[in-house]
Each structure stands twice: as C-alpha cells, then as structure tokens.
C-alpha cells in the first residue's frame, strides 16, 4: 500500500540509474470491469519538458526511487486513452460527499494497493493523516502519536463508493445519486449549500423527482429559485407538484413571473389551482404560508368509516395529527386528534368525539399574529376559515414560527448565492 502524496515528487531514473526526472503526476485509466482505477503511466517533469511512461516499462514504483526497465533512450511514450484520470490534478483536493457524516470534505490524498500485479487506486483519504503526509511530516507525527498512544483516526472513502464526473474546468468526485437518496432531505440541503452552483446543479440532476422535491423544500425559496435556474421547465413542473403547496407558492413567488405563469400551466390542474389559490394572497398572511393538503372527514361518519377515509383520500396530508370535521359545503364543525380516533369505538360518530371549538384564523390574519396563536395554544397546526367558516387549508406550526423563531436556527443561504 502507498499514498500519491508519498511518490509525487521522487526521481524517476532508468535501468542504468541515470535520472529521468522526477514523478508529477500519475495517470489512472477506469476500465468497464474493473472497480477501482488501473495505473497506466507517469506523468513526470524533465528538465525543461515533460513526458508520459507507460507503466508496462516501470520495474519499481514503491521505492525511495521510481526505477524503470529500459535505458533512458529506450522510453516508448505512452498512447493516451480514454476514461484518463490525473491523480494529482484531477482527483487531490477535490469535493466529494462523504455519506457518513453527510457532509462535502476535500481529497487529501489517494491510497494505492498492488492487486495481481497492478497498481489500483483503492480509497481517497478525507481524513488529517493525508494533510499531514502531503506536509512531509506525516511519518514523523504518527510516531510521535503512537509512542504517547494517542488514537488517530484514518479517514477514508472506498472508490467505488464514488463517482468521477468530467467538467469543463476538471472532474469532481460525488457519490453516486442512489447513496445520496439515502440522506435526509435536510442533510443533501446542507451538502448543496456548500457546493459551487455547477457542482450543485449535477448533485441535483442525479435526484428524481420525489427526492427533489423533499430537497427543496428545506432550503430557502431565493437559493430554490436560483438551483432551477437551468432546469427544464417540464422537470421543474413535476417538481412542483411533488412539494407542498405552499412550498411551491414560495418558489413561484420568486420566479419571474412569466416564467411562473408557464410552470403554473405545466402542472396537473388540481395542483395547479392549490398553487395559485395560495398566490393570490399576501406572502406574510396566513393564507400565503397556508398548505391546503390536510386531513378531513364528512361529519356523518363513525370512527371506522373516518379511518378508512384518511387511508384512501388523505396519504399527502402534510400532517394528520388534526383531522378537521366538515360538514357537505366544507365549513369546519370539529377538530379531532389522529390518537382520539385510533382509540375511538369503531361504530361511534365522529360527532361525538370531536371538539366544536376550534381556534381559527382568517386568511387574511398577519404571520405574526398566527404565531402567536399557534405558541399559546400550543398547536401543531391550526385552520385557516374564511367569513362562511369554509375551511381553506392549515398553517402547521413550523411555518407560523417561521418569522419568530432565533435567526440562528434558519435555513442558511450559501454567500455564493446572495
């Protein structure tokens, strides 16, 4: 095993020990049945010129000195390929995801293991000990650890947990698309809050829809309207209709406006008029950071009949802790907890068990003033009803917090965006 870091650097000399020059780089091919990166030539620095050698001529390469087979006059330069990776250029100091502590490091080095005499790239090291080699002390620290027995910890991602994706200005390593569906939403958010907007733009293209969606909505609408920037207008649609009603309202809302017109024509009609219902009101008004997707039952059912209700009509409920009680012109008579229910008689009404005085609001009642109803009630959610008590949808708690709660706790925004 041997690092990058550690042969960067050392004289290449041939069979006869006269100096060829010194190792700049080392080129890696990726090959459709292999895993892991083949070694296939050195990119090293000659006096005033550089030339590529096939590895086929290298004798040894884990050494003080990098020592070929042939007769400095004898170097066959080396044919490119496709599928070329630089090491050095290419893949040192590079973003990757790390998945496990779900956050974007920096390349520090690259690990590299002789398998059935080749030499492949193994891991990429994200940890200090690749700082600290690429210094030139780390040979000398990790002694001086193990006498004193302090612990360090050996940072790695294997390669095959990563992903090389060419750019105009270099490559970037990612994980693929399927590890990173298997973050939390809010974990990819902040992942793409520190990635460049070119780098976030791919980490995005690799979502599908539904993870997008969720993604999206837990970051704010300005930075949600400067990702969608490039995106098609027929994904960004579908998109659309997979968040929340009021999330996609935010977004639309910082869009331009020709623009939004033409997504609000994209979309399914039913989702479409959710989203331009919530439009037509202030943004800081209970009905603009309303949702109109939540839990609700006709007044003339038994608990048995409700919950079958909820288990056909309602699975994009934002939340179901509420069920509200309507009677057939939708105005809301109740309100019932989703804990009342399961533990409710099967053949009692929902009448019975429902509580008839409901804090409301009107559409129109300021984000402040919901707050502060939402806080001394302590709700989850709370009904928003016009002056017919026709239900109109609900604000949950966090979103009637929004403007209250510490600055510190927001959803950051990247400088690069601002």
């Not at 490559?171 to 070119?198: Q, S």
């Not at 966090?398 to 209250?404: G, N, R, W």
């Amino acid at each position: 095993m041997a690092y990058l870091s550690e042969l960067l650097g050392r004289k290449v000399t041939d069979i006869d020990g006269e100096v060829v020059g010194r190792l700049k780089d080392i080129i890696a091919i990726i090959r459709p049945n292999l895993i892991h990166p083949q070694i296939e030539a050195l990119f090293v620095q000659r006096e005033h010129t550089t030339i590529k050698i096939p590895f086929s001529l290298v004798a040894v390469l884990i050494a003080p000195a990098i020592v070929l087979k042939c007769r400095s006059e004898d170097i066959t330069p080396y044919e490119p390929e496709e599928r070329e990776i630089y090491l050095a250029s290419d893949v040192l100091d590079q973003q990757i995801i790390d998945i496990e502590g779900a956050r974007v490091v920096r390349v520090n080095d690259v690990e590299l293991v002789r398998v059935n005499g080749n030499i492949l790239v193994s891991n990429v090291d994200i940890g200090l000990p690749g700082i600290l080699r690429r210094l030139g002390v780390g040979n000398m620290t990790f002694n001086i650890l193990r006498k004193l027995k302090i612990p360090f910890t050996q940072r790695s991602v294997a390669w095959d947990y990563v992903e090389l994706i060419g750019q105009e200005h270099g490559m970037r390593l990612r994980v693929p698309g399927k590890k990173i569906t298997e973050l939390h939403p809010a974990d990819i958010a902040e992942i793409i809050a520190d990635l460049n907007r070119l780098e976030s733009r791919h980490l995005l293209e690799s979502l599908d829809v539904e993870h997008l969606a969720d993604t999206l909505e837990e970051v704010e609408p300005e930075f949600q309207a400067s990702l969608l920037e490039g995106m098609p207008d027929e994904k960004v649609a579908d998109v659309l209709e997979e968040m929340e009603p009021d999330e996609a309202a935010d977004l639309l809302a910082e869009l331009p406006k020709e623009r939004s017109a033409d997504l609000l024509a994209l979309m399914e009609k039913d989702e479409a008029e959710d989203v331009r219902k919530l439009l037509s009101y202030p943004e800081d008004s209970a009905g603009g950071i309303m949702t109109t997707e939540f839990a609700s039952v006709p007044v003339s059912v038994n608990a048995a009949e409700a919950i079958q209700i909820l288990r056909q009509t309602e699975p994009e409920a934002e939340t179901i802790f509420y069920v509200y009680v309507v009677d057939e012109q939708n105005r809301l008579l109740g309100v019932f907890s989703l804990s009342k229910l399961l533990f409710a008689d099967p053949s009692t009404p929902v009448s019975q068990f429902m509580q008839t005085r409901v804090i409301t609001v009107s559409p129109s009642a300021s984000q402040e003033e919901v707050a502060q109803i939402v806080a001394k009630y302590d709700l989850l959610a709370i009904p928003v009803v016009d002056e017919q008590n026709i239900l109109q949808g609900i604000v949950t708690a966090d979103d009637a917090l929004d403007k209250i709660i510490p600055t510190a706790w927001k959803k950051r925004l990247p400088r690069f965006y601002h």
